[in-house]
């Protein structure tokens, strides 16, 4: 099998580096992207096969990331957003949404990595 | 001065200052100077931060991966990463000379910490010490000025260095605010019995700020056990014994109520204020008395207060009371108030009469019943004290210190509610292994709750969730997400709705989803729908592990198992296999039925109306007994290794079989379905079973 | 006219001029270390910990955020939403629709799934009577409350907004200023963390949000306005708040607290009657008279400033809608300084008696009047040739030159704390502003406080002059 393209968005630059690091280590391709007018511009080119996304992020939320990839991209890519706060309103709008799952930080990596594989394993999988 | 008229000579009598004109260019010379010096300097700056910046842009951008590396390394990886290792440790301790540099990684080291949890965090304050990073937060602790000082304690709090705690300590009643309130976090967070040394010996005042973050502190500590704050009721310190009222509150600890009556008639507003707010949290019926006596004493804020406290506690006793206030009082705000608690302990008694009186009670008010809409108070007081009575005997303790540690072991992922301490969680739920916990751990969750006993009353589990506290909210709503059907949708509905905990709403939202989605999915499966419910022969839990038995001797294997635990659910999914068997196993099959049949009369009622697919041999409280796994393994219950299903996909995460860890094998196959169905399904397929096609 | 009288009186005025300058120079020097101590001060404490963990807290302090509206039909929903965005947990939005003849109430009707609602209203309660009380039926808008009451002007509309609140705190707000979704845990901060004293109020920075980039409520690039006018202005604010207030707010003598975001400690914002409606300064008035109860009950408390950037607003970028605002200020200056006029000197209110009513009694009141009258003396000196140029020119530009630098440190320290303005061009124009201001600027400003007073003083009928709002571009 192909290595899955995960695309990371994260604006906080050394946790997105640790998540990355720790994804490759798991056989992920994983590009990074620091805010959200660059995470649309790579989506534009290629729809990887599952996205992380940090809800708060500079210039495109990841509201407006997940509105954007379901309703203008037509995708159902898996999406996993990062939330700063456990009760963020945002959550459950994100959800409405049809954003696939949820982490809150601080973020286990290794819990981020189950989450992943388990959207992809449902997404691919079936 | 050159004023040379005439007639000035004449008149210097009257004695005119002279005014130094070149005091003035000297002062515009000065001031142009500073003007030009601060254009210097603000380009100065602007350089400077944005040199800095892009500095430690680039240190940073170097130091990731190689921090990464020290944080994933593990001893078992590839003989190339194990030297990669070894060299890069090699390098940074060359690093680790320079200043500048320390306190850059430091820094990152600091800032990772906040957006990480779990296993790598625990490396990552491993890798702070092993750097040898906290002696430079030691040396801070000795400077003279107070934000270096309050910035190495908060260094040394947040990396979790223990050795500080002694030093830290001693700055709990120090002079400076910033650095004591820093101080007061540390000790709270550094050890467990923290906060009881922080609450005997500060002689400062706690402001509410501070008392919100050392709560939170105390929340983010891994299994807390909450000393009975009730002790430090007798403080002397005004702002311990309001500190201790919030704890109570925030631990649920009910055993201080003769204290806290007595604090009612404390002189201090405040302190009235928050005991009172406990009272009607914990629905100290018995305090009503003192409050009203303490109520015309009181000023208005606490009269409201007592008010508020009626409305939730009172009974139609106090009724008498109410309408004394409302014909006494001459403040407009406390007479409506008093009319509106009328009403709400009885409704319709104050009639509006002229067009300004307010109907309804207030909402918003932030008894526990706030979010109940009910009108009938007494009924509900009465729900709420049986729960009490039920969390008073909750489940024995013995066994969980283990359960948790194996948790730790496993990197479970840490309940996301950050406001809570990781409490002990009861066994009861977490032991539950999948067909009991399905229906039944809600039922056992809520308790505690005396209400569902025999059918799934959607407003009693409603109500129910109400009266639970945050932390057995969040584990409900947890378990819910995985097992959760569509009886349970109008909870679900609910908690979306009102809680709010927006995680939980989230969560919620998810099994709302689910639940909502597998519903259709199962009409278009190949056995015919009925109404909403899954197909009579579908509710079997069996049915779906029969799908996937792929030979005769497995099916013959999972009928005979059937025998043994089955109950009537099972009787319309034997009936359905009758008309397609055949040979062997249709006299098994008949067998099966008869037996269940048998079983089935001398069965008691109450579990007539539990999710179907709830084994018999439970007994009342689910907490003993064999139970049926969903692999069809035997699984015994006080087996402490046993996780919790939403959990099993961990055993693929650290590579653990999970038959193969099983001891207790009673059948000789795997089942084909075990990892797919861990890992594809676990939230959907819990709850319709639909993946099972 | 015996000329040589004639000429000691005009050296007595020029020594008046130079004795008010000299004063000046050092009052605004002192500012300057006062504001930069105060601010050195807040960096180092605030440097820790984290403020949005606090959120989550159930046991966090309630807090009502009160935003008036009249006539805001254009913009309400989107300003509604963004208040209802932000981040805090113990919170409540209560929109007081002040009498508009557009569709305000309607919008806020349909948006938000309103339903009106039964409540008592105190029939002694001074404020115009309430129409109606209106909440959402959804949960998601259960923060929203939305009073329908009958026209009484901004100050009545908060009046009823402080009394219906049931919330500790109270916030009054101008609708369309755009709050930072962490604006309220500063506040709630700034409220309870002190011990000793009772803070009875919080007021804060207001900042130019003209031709800043605003998305879904949110601020998302910080640009300088690329009107004149609203430069001139982000100058000016950056100047009165960053120095100025953070300076009084340093010797714990804050007077004002801006009508645009300032939040209070309800029971003794109702224990002084709340705001006054007789005045058009009833931001400054409020303060004045809180504090002068504490005084009288002899409490211990203080008032709170926020140096940082938390509400972002419009400032008026035509000249007419300046001249109005600028207008009102002053006029709600005299009123509130005449009201309290007792204050002045009386060293029963402490620094507030010594020093801070006579500053603004001789700076922000007078001194537009001295400056106006100066201009025409010199006009006069002049034309009777008389004028003292040598002393003329001295203190023209000993004025100039420290006015300039002045702004310049205000700049440096916007620079220094936050460094918003990315570009150097940015900076440079706003130095450029900072030079050319007390020519083109300053007497637009000075005008309309005479203006403003010129009306008061010969009681001239003026409202509070419409203030045409281009609204944010909110496209999302």
Known sequence: MDKRKLLLAEDDQMLASLLKYRLERDGYEVVIEFDGRSVKENLEVAIPDIVISDIMMPYFSGIELVDYVRNKLNSDVPIILISAASNDENIVSAFEMGANDFIAKPVSPSELMVRVSREIKRHYCT | MHITKPTYQILTI???????????????????????????????????????????????????????????????????????????????????????????????????????????????????????????????????????????????????VEESYQLIQKFINDRRSVVRKQAELATVGLRKDGIDFLLDTTRHPISEWQQLKLIETLGKIKNYRPPQFKAWLLSQNKDVVLFALRLIKHYNQKGAEASIKELVKHKNDEIKTAAIQCIVDFNFVSALGTLKKVFWKSSNMVKINILNAVASLGSAYDILFLEEVASKESSFIIVGKAQSTINTIKPETVLPSKDILKVSHDEGKKGSFSKMDGEDTENKVDAIDVTYEEVLQSPPETIEVEDIEFYDAIEMPEPKNKTHPVEPITPAFELQPIEEGYGNSIDQLLGVLPSIGEDLDSSALIKGYDSISDLEKSQLVERLEEFADERELPLLEHIAENESNSELRFKAFKAMRSIKQSVPMDKGGDLPAKGTELPLEQQSIFYALYQYASDLDSKLILLKELMDVGDEKEIPFLKSLLAISNGVLLKTVRKALDKLENKSLVQEVTLSDEPPEAPKEMDGNGNTGRVQNEDGQKRDLEDDERIPLELLFLYEELGIKAAKKEGQDTFPFDFELSEEFFLGGSRDAQNGKKDYE | MNSGVFDIFVEYMNIIFLVFSTVLFSMFSIMGYLSARNSIHYRNKNSFGDLSKVMASPLAPSITIIAPAFNEGMTIVENVRSLLSLKYVNYEVMVVNDGSKDDTLEKLIGAFHLEKIEYAMDPNWKSKPVRGIYKSNQKSFSKLTVIDKENGGKSDALNTGVYLSENRYVGCIDVDCLLQPDALLHVVKSFSQRSQKRVIAVGGVIRVANSCTISGGTLEEINLPKNWLAKFQLLEYTRSFLLGRMAWGRIDSLLIISGAFGFFDREIALAVGGYDTNTVGEDMEIVFRMRRYMHDEDIPYTIEYIPDPLCWTEVPESLKVLVKQRDRWSRGNLETLKKHKDMFFNPKYGRLGMLSYPYWFFYEWMSPILEFLGFFSIILFYILGILNWEFFLAITLAIYTFSVMFSFYAILWDVYSYNQYSKTKDILILMFCAIVEPFFFHPIVVWSAIKGNYKKLFKIQSGWGAMTRKGFSKAT
Do not use: C
């Not at chain 2, 009257?14 to 130094?20: D, S, V």
């Not at chain 2, 001893?75 to 060299?87: F, G, L, N, S, T």
């Not at chain 2, 800032?111 to 990480?116: I, M």
């Not at chain 2, 910035?151 to 709090?157: C, M, R, T, V």
């Open chain 2, 14 to 160: 009257l004695g005119i200052p002279k005014i130094h004109t070149d005091l003035l260019w000297d002062l515009t010379f000065l001031f142009l100077v500073l003007g030009g010096l601060y254009f210097v300097f603000v380009f100065f700056f602007r350089n400077k931060l944005s040199r800095l910046r892009l500095k430690t842009k680039g240190k940073r951008q170097e130091l990731a991966p190689i921090i990464s590396n020290f944080l994933f390394h593990s001893p078992e990886d590839p003989k190339d990463e194990q030297k990669e290792y070894v060299q890069l440790k090699i390098r940074i301790r060359e690093y680790l000379n320079d200043r500048s540099f320390r306190k850059i990684i430091s820094q990152i080291l600091f800032d990772l910490q906040k957006d990480v949890a779990g296993g790598t965090r625990e490396r990552l304050f491993k890798l702070y010490k092993q750097l040898e990073l906290h002696h430079d937060s030691f040396q801070k602790l000795e400077s003279w000025r107070w934000e270096t000082v309050a910035q190495g304690i908060l260094e040394l709090s947040e990396m979790e």
